[in-house]
């Protein structure tokens, strides 16, 4: 994510593609329109920013980052239709003391807005996700499967809060 970089290094990295910033947006606003029946006429994905310190912290690895230095990034997309906003994701990553959380905001009807404190970490979650899927995937029709195609992924396993099963 950069995290240590100047502005100007940073920005010479994404450029040679050696930061990209969150992989797989696009076909995270392709699956989101599939699964909802949306149709649009544009995908529109910004090149990822820096997001500069303000002030000096030091890193969980024991890093310093002085204060002006990049210590993550942002990266956003969306979807349109007629020129008007339908789906739009906003990813941002970056180190130091700052409040964790995932967000979804669903402008419908009604209006629903989920704040995971905490946020929901990519690894564990995925492999979560992959754990959990087995007993569904092994059940499911042979060839490439979306997420559309597979049931709701739960947890399979009924265990308590000492780790034991009963």
Not at 10 to 30: A, C, N, P, R, W
Not at 71 to 93: H, N, P, R
Not at 102 to 115: R, Y
């Amino acid at each position: 994510i950069g995290t240590g970089l100047t502005p100007e290094e940073f920005h010479q990295k994404i450029s040679k593609k050696e930061i990209t910033g969150h992989v797989g947006l696009i076909q995270s606003i392709q699956l989101i329109s599939a699964a909802l029946g949306l149709e649009y006429e544009r995908i529109i994905e910004s090149p990822p920013k820096e997001v500069i310190t303000k002030r000096e912290f030091t890193t969980s690895y024991g890093e310093l980052v002085p204060e002006g230095f990049v210590c993550g990034l942002q990266s956003k997309i969306y979807a349109t239709i007629g020129g008007l906003e339908i789906i739009s994701l906003d990813f941002v990553a970056y180190a130091g003391e700052h409040d964790e959380y995932d967000s979804i905001l669903i402008d419908g009807i009604p209006k629903i807005h989920q704040k995971i404190i905490g946020g929901v970490h990519g690894d564990l979650g995925t492999s979560a996700m992959v754990l959990n899927l087995i007993p569904k995937v092994i059940e499911a029709k042979s060839g490439l499967l979306t997420m559309l195609e597979l049931p709701v992924p739960c947890n399979t396993e009924n265990i308590w809060k000492n780790g034991s099963n009963k």
